[in-house]
């Protein structure tokens, strides 16, 4: 039994209710044995077994009242993974469910992708099961004054940086910074996705659907390719689905999908920016579902069931939630021929849909890699803030687009080097791997 393997089995025996983070452990272990062998300081310092578990993990109840005066009690979570390259950071998610499991392997999962970024940020994820859809505003201020009222204490500029994640937007994000900047009575860069009037940064709400697209174009431009009239599919329909549309469109490509929890939408011919702004509305501003909004649109197919995967595309962007894209969803993908998978969620694909698309040799792209755009542009606005500026939008997604190349170059030729050309799941586990792995042997057994 190798190193990896055995780490590995320690997970599985230690954390048997946690699927969703054993399968993350176990798709990065799965790709690390070539630098393992080549490299026995790592093993020597134990820092797999270091690796795989957080530094800490904070869990607490948050009270919080509706607008009918009923009490409600949830579960607040911070997973505070790995600082061994900076502060922890990552994103905030509240919805039903959320649970440890979820949180650990999207922690673990963050330690690669900031690594990746260049960015001196280390790993770290929380939120609650509380889903603010369908709650007032008054009823999310309160729960976010709430949350924030216990998560102050254990994070700060240089400690914990949080951010937005799944349903935790520029709404959310300003109360819990609002109660944080009452409580410890300091303005400070302490969450990122903040309003541009208090230190957000152009081009947030945008990066992570941009870096998506940016990553895929750059594995195209690997065959001398670009996205220029390729057919894309795209699951989800919130804001990183929305804006890998309006890249795709701005780069002469045709969208043609996004779906929600009420179904999926196909659009024939390809989605126009204004079809875009619309759905932007509906999410943003209306919180609706696309089963209404497909009602009497000329062009526009409503599928209740199913998964936007049957239509046959060139590429591929699954930008919803973990473990949407199964084993038969990429034999439907592969046998209609598509040639680029660009994930823009955290871990949408299981691992057999993985293995069939490394096996296939098409352009796949894991998470950890295609979707750091949002945390890249996090690690921005800490810029920003730090130096109390505020960089164009030009500006800043000049660097993300310099950002998202060097995360693809990165894991491009990390995996040239350790014999895996092309596979981009073991080229981005290698290199962020081993940033972080270098770095924790350098400061010890902590």
């Known amino acids: 039994m190798t190193y990896a393997q055995k780490v590995l089995a320690d997970v599985k025996a230690k954390n048997p209710n946690e699927p969703e983070f054993i399968q993350a452990v176990t798709e990065v272990l799965g790709t690390l044995e070539p630098v393992l062998k080549a490299r026995k300081k790592y093993e020597d310092a134990g820092v797999l077994e270091r690796l795989v578990e957080p530094e800490r993990v904070i869990m607490f109840r948050v009270p919080w009242t509706d607008d009918a005066g009923k009490l409600h009690v949830n579960r607040g979570y911070r997973v505070q993974y790995n600082s061994a390259i900076g502060p922890y950071k990552g994103g905030l998610r509240f919805d039903s469910t959320v649970n440890l499991s979820v949180l650990k392997f999207l922690g673990f999962e963050q330690v690669f992708k900031n690594s990746l970024t260049t960015l001196p940020m280390g790993g770290g994820k929380g939120g609650s099961d509380f889903n603010p859809k369908g709650r007032s505003d008054a009823e999310v ?27 935790v937007g520029g709404r959310e994000i300003g109360y819990l910074f609002g109660q944080y900047k009452r409580i410890v009575n300091e303005f400070t860069g302490v969450l990122t996705g903040k309003g541009l009037s208090f230190g957000g940064s152009l081009i947030r709400p945008e990066a992570t659907g941009y870096g998506d697209v940016y990553f895929a174009a750059n594995m195209l431009a690997t065959k001398g390719d670009t996205l220029e009239g390729k057919v894309c599919s795209i699951s989800g329909s919130g804001n990183v689905a929305q804006y890998a549309a309006q890249k795709l469109v701005q780069l002469g490509a045709r969208p043609v999908t996004f779906s929600d929890r009420s179904g999926w939408i196909y659009v024939k011919g390809g989605m126009s920016q204004d079809f875009i702004d619309e759905v932007k509305e509906l999410k943003q501003v209306k919180r609706g579902e696309l089963a209404e909004f497909a009602k009497g649109k000329k062009g526009v197919e409503f599928h209740k069931d199913g998964r936007p995967w049957a239509v046959p595309v060139d590429c591929a962007f699954p930008c919803a939630r973990q473990n949407e894209l199964d084993g038969k969803d990429a034999d439907t993908l592969l046998k209609n021929g598509v040639k680029v998978v660009g994930e ?84 981005a586990n290698i290199a962020g791997f081993v940033k972080v792995a270098d770095a924790m042997v350098a400061q010890g057994y902590v």
């Not at 201020?141 to 998560?151: D, H, I, K, P, V």
């Not at 998202?404 to 596979?423: L, Q, R, S, T, V």
Request: contains cysteine; charged residues 25%; glycine residues 10%.
């Open 141 to 167: 201020m309160r729960f976010c004054q709430s949350f924030m009222t216990e998560l102050y204490r254990h994070i700060g500029p240089d400690t914990d940086v949080p951010a937005g994640d799944m349903n």
């Open 344 to 427: 823009g969620a955290n871990m949408p694909s299981t691992l057999e849909a993985v293995d069939k698309f490394v096996k296939a040799k098409i352009l796949y792209s894991p998470g950890k890699a295609s979707n750091a755009g949002g945390v890249a542009t996090s690690g921005l606005e800490m810029s920003q803030n730090s130096e109390r500026l505020s960089w164009s939008a030009a500006e800043v997604d000049e660097k993300l687009k310099g950002i998202m190349k060097a995360i693809h170059d990165n894991a491009y030729e990390a995996a040239k080097a350790f014999g895996k050309k092309g596979n981009y799941v073991a080229g």
